[in-house]
């Protein structure tokens, strides 16, 4: 344990009349703690937008909708799909099997892919859609189907601190996603810990710590080839003595075929345990949009050695053809708790299923369609 904590909580042992920290004490100490990161560094971390104020109504829900076409219309998904039916107006077999290849090229896979196609098929067989327009109405709701069953918000209530620990392979934005759930949680008016447990990748520990810095968030960390589950074991325990609501843990990031590194997330289970039998409480993996079907093969192999509880897909807003989103959601079922839609440190949205489709594909064909 960082010699810090351990001055810190034997103090607070020695005692008999000392009471748990107060939140605005916690709050303070949140504050001091970011002069620790490298002031050079903050530079690299875009300023903080001014707090998501809560719109009510139709006003929220126009706004957020146009934020999500904004940002994933220029996927190849929607660009592949919005071409699609202005080439094959016509309900025939055509429009179908290009419709069954654009699905598949997206990374919606196979299988899904062929299933969304022939119950479309069958309906059209049936006379079911007047015109192209209805066959798209109904491609929109297959699609979301898809993806309810997976639409369930992350609730870090009812347990303090609540342990979420962070895991992917290395480049896909989880450290970036990590200062982000850091800045939601601010927002919503929790205080948050960040641990730096990704102790194998060179510059690791300073990112977060610049993370933490921006935020006004505390960073428990060692020095670069430290053991990733005594790091996070320590911050645990400093967590429990300072009243913090949730503890976000960075893991070091690993390819899935790498068995000594995914050995060692079963240490840092292991090891949490020790504190609390139920941590981590949130295993979220972070997986990179752009990736595609091999970011099936890379959840796969995470849920076997860790117990991968929720998902989080990032840089959807770029090349990502986006359909490994559908791809994810029917192979496993796994929660996907947020998408990320921007570099800005308010663009990790949580995942809406109507939004994420109404941003790939349009409400109608335009009448010049």
Do not use: Y
Request: hydrophobic share 45%.
């Amino acid at each position: 344990m960082l010699k810090f904590w351990k001055k810190k909580e034997t103090a607070q042992a020695d005692r008999t009349d000392a009471a748990s920290p107060t939140r605005a004490e916690a709050a303070q100490d949140v504050v001091e703690s970011a002069e620790t990161a490298p002031p050079e560094a903050l530079a690299e971390i875009p300023p903080a937008n001014a707090s998501e104020a809560p719109q009510s109504g139709a006003d929220n829900a126009i706004e957020v909708r146009r934020g999500w076409r904004e940002r994933l219309s220029g996927s190849g998904f929607a660009r592949s799909l919005s071409s699609l039916f202005v080439r094959h107006p016509r309900l025939d077999e055509e429009l179908l099997d290009e419709l069954e290849t654009c699905l598949i090229t997206a990374d919606v896979g196979v299988t899904a892919s062929a299933q969304i196609v022939e119950s479309l098929r069958r309906r059209v067989d049936k006379r079911e859609f007047a015109d192209a327009n209805a066959l798209l109405a109904a491609l929109r709701a297959d699609l979301v189907n898809l993806l309810e069953p997976v639409v369930r918000p992350l609730d870090v209530g009812g347990r303090t601190p609540f342990v979420l620990l962070a895991v992917g392979v290395n480049g896909v934005g989880k450290t970036t996603t990590i200062g982000k759930l850091a800045r939601r949680f601010l927002g919503e008016g929790r205080v948050p810990m960040l641990a730096a447990g990704d102790t194998f990748r060179a510059a690791a520990v300073e990112q977060l710590q610049t993370w933490g810095a921006r935020n006004g968030v505390p960073v428990i960390a060692q020095a670069s080839g430290a053991d990733s589950a005594s790091v996070i074991f320590d911050a645990l325990q400093a967590a429990q003595s300072r009243g913090i609501d949730v503890l976000i843990a960075d893991t070091a990031g690993r390819l899935h075929t790498q068995t000594g590194l995914m050995d060692e997330l079963s240490k840092i289970r292991r090891v949490l345990a020790k504190l609390d039998p139920q941590a981590p409480h949130e295993v979220l993996m972070v997986i990179d949009g752009t990736t595609g079907q091999n970011a099936i093969n890379q959840v796969r192999q995470f849920r076997e050695s860790i117990g991968v509880t929720g998902l989080v897909v990032t840089k959807l807003d770029g090349t990502a053809k986006g359909g490994v989103v559908f791809a994810l959601a029917r192979e496993f079922g796994l929660p996907i708790r947020f998408v990320g839609l921007g570099e800005g440190i308010d663009d990790l949205r949580v995942f809406d299923a109507s939004a994420f489709v109404d941003g790939l594909l349009p409400a109608a064909l335009s009448a010049s369609d």
